[in-house]
């Protein structure tokens, strides 16, 4: 606390009443984030503990935050017949992994392009991007030109293709490496080497940063889709992680079958409740795992994104 | 721009040109070609003549869409919600923001802020999940909690009035880790030395807060608010349709643009009034969304978008 060398009443007043309003402060603001926090944490909890409680239990008093009788069934069964879920989990890793690599690679590519000074035609080529977030033909063309024209529909394709650009990347990446020195690469282009080499080279090491946090972005979005699976996925053996629990939280008949396939077993014994709790767990587990080490990669790009605006 | 200039640059710079090509032609694909497919707003599409070659209706497909009154209730659903996720999500994460950066050490706040940015990572399937936890009628945990204390259950899934509060409190748990790291940043930015002089002039810890934190984050809150309300014809389908799905006892007040047109198109099959519903969204959001610029530009001109 600054208090200065004249000791009158007045100022000690002044500097009580100050360390009261701190204090109060202080008090107000520790309930309320402790009550944020709560809130944000809570419902992953209550999934957890319903996806390891009984499931005779759970129709007997619901799902409670702290299970009533502790069971592994529903983890049993899920690891029992694991073909559907493997086949889900394989689908998505490999959609994530592909179209991250390549997703990233075009997003650089194409913002390199868009922040090389020199290059006179940058801005008409930005807003011919940006202008698709302006005004958009809406969705029925754009599923029937994929469905009729392109037939990508039930290809691994159409899980990756719609979602290799996004605009908002590129203007963030691009931003970037504006501010990379173009003494940089003015020596290296004297030593005659190629644009595409400088980008290779030069610019995709210095970018890392942002690279790292983009890639981030992309291989969450493709790890958390759905949708593209659920306008353009008939068939199970393409059906991605997350359309995977969307349609086992509606459907758990089919599901069931599909799990136990068609020679069934004794199907009522299958504990439905906590079996869907179970997978959501399971589903993202891999986020809930890799999320404390990844967390400050979101938050440099979303500060990289605000003072950008 | 003369001949010469043109193909000059051309080949001046043809790696770059070459660089962008799959970027240009990816959006020529995915978002202009489609954009000649508005024609389908006026067409009574048939699968044999496809986009281009089945026959104009005129207006019929809007002149449906909005007698049925659906034009005005799903228009109604979608701004109301975005109004009042605007106003509830940014109060919400300035209060986070400014409390984060006051009061908390730094532990505490290296804590809350991996809490509170968790619901950002988890997909809207994953959402619905949690959701059906929550609200189902015979074990979800809320009506476990009211029969505990000797209430009636109440039945989440069959009661329209009950999702308005429910779908702006989902959204404020889904936004809040973002919105309030954008806004902590903010903060950090402000220059330490007005901090100083206001302690120094004797201000409290209030007074600091609403004389000088909360204005200097107006640039920032401004254009933030102006950006949503462009896009406040636009609703977020994932939330909608995993919390919702296609429960019609519900639609009267969940359901939004983005979910009628889908299902007009995926469930019962009515391209023409859905390409008209889609048509009728793009155009409002369009002419929104350069209003809020235009108001942008006359606020900051260095923070408009164009």
């Known amino acids: 606390m600054r208090t200065t060398g004249i000791n009158t009443s007045n100022v000690t007043m002044t500097t009580r009443k100050r360390q009261s309003d701190r204090q109060l402060l202080a008090v107000i603001g520790y309930i309320f984030l402790m009550i944020l926090a709560v809130f944000c944490i809570f419902p992953f909890l209550l999934i957890l503990s319903s996806s390891l409680t009984e499931e005779s239990k759970i129709i007997e008093d619901g799902f409670q935050l702290i299970p009533t009788a502790f069971s592994l069934e529903a983890y049993r069964i899920l690891f029992e017949f694991p073909d559907q879920m493997m086949k889900a989990y394989g689908v998505t890793i490999a959609v994530t992994v592909l179209g991250t690599l390549l997703g990233l690679f075009m997003t650089a590519m194409t913002s390199y392009v868009l922040a090389r000074k020199d290059f006179k035609w940058r801005n008409h080529f930005s807003f011919f991007f940006f202008f698709t977030t302006l005004f958009s033909g809406g969705l029925v063309p754009w599923y029937l030109l994929i469905v009729n024209y392109l037939d990508l529909k039930d290809t691994l394709l159409v899980l990756i293709l719609p979602m290799l650009f996004n605009v908002f990347y590129i203007i963030v990446m691009k931003s970037f490496m504006s501010s990379i020195p173009e003494a940089i690469t003015e020596s290296a282009k004297i030593d005659g080497a190629g644009d595409f080499r400088i980008f290779l080279q030069l610019i995709i090491p210095l970018s890392k940063p942002a690279l790292a946090t983009i890639g981030l972005f992309i291989a969450l979005g493709y790890w958390n889709d759905w949708y593209n699976a659920l306008l353009f996925i008939s068939n199970d053996n393409l059906m991605p992680l997350q359309y995977y629990l969307y349609k086992m939280l509606g459907n758990m008949d089919g599901i069931r079958r599909a799990m136990l396939g068609s020679g069934a077993v004794v199907t009522t014994s299958i504990p439905t409740e906590s079996l869907k709790m179970a997978m959501t767990i399971v589903a993202t587990g891999p986020i809930l795992i890799a999320y404390p080490f990844i967390q400050r990669y979101f938050v440099q790009g979303l500060t990289i994104g605000a003072v950008k605006g | ?306």
């Open chain 2, 1 to 306: 721009m003369n001949r010469h200039g043109f193909w000059g640059e051309v080949v001046k710079h043809k790696t770059l040109l070459l660089m962008l090509t799959p970027a240009v032609l990816f959006f020529l694909l995915f978002a202009y070609i489609p954009m000649t497919g508005i024609v389908l707003a006026f067409k009574q599409f048939n699968y044999a003549g496809g986009v281009f070659g089945s026959p104009w209706n005129g207006l019929d497909n809007f002149r449906f869409f909005f007698d049925s009154g659906d034009a005005w209730r799903v228009t109604r659903n979608t701004a109301l919600y975005n109004i009042a996720f605007i106003i509830v999500n940014n109060v919400l994460q300035i209060a986070a923001a400014i409390l984060l950066f006051e009061v908390a050490g730094k532990w505490f706040r290296k804590i809350t802020q991996t809490a509170l940015f968790l619901p950002y990572f988890i997909s809207w399937v994953v959402v619905g999940a949690i959701a059906y936890n929550l609200f189902n009628y015979d074990v979800g945990t809320i009506n476990v909690f009211l029969r505990a204390v000797g209430m009636e259950p109440i039945d989440i899934y069959n009661t329209a009035a009950y999702w308005p509060l429910i779908l702006v409190i989902i959204s404020a748990w889904k936004a809040i880790g973002y919105g309030t790291i954008m806004y902590l940043a903010a903060i950090t930015s402000i220059d330490t030395e007005m901090y100083e002089a206001a302690e120094i002039d004797g201000a409290n810890v209030f007074q600091r807060i609403f004389k000088i934190t909360i204005p200097n984050l107006y640039p920032t809150l401004i254009i933030l608010i102006l950006l949503a309300i462009g896009n406040i014809f636009r609703g977020d389908f994932g939330m909608f349709y995993n919390m919702v799905g296609n429960n019609g006892i519900l639609f009267s007040t969940t359901d939004v643009i983005d979910t009628y047109v889908f299902r007009s198109l995926i469930t019962s099959n009515e391209i023409g009034m859905s390409a008209a519903a889609g048509f009728y969204q793009s155009v409002l959001g369009f002419a929104t969304i350069m209003l809020a610029n235009w108001a942008v530009r006359k606020y900051d001109k260095d923070r408009a978008l164009f």
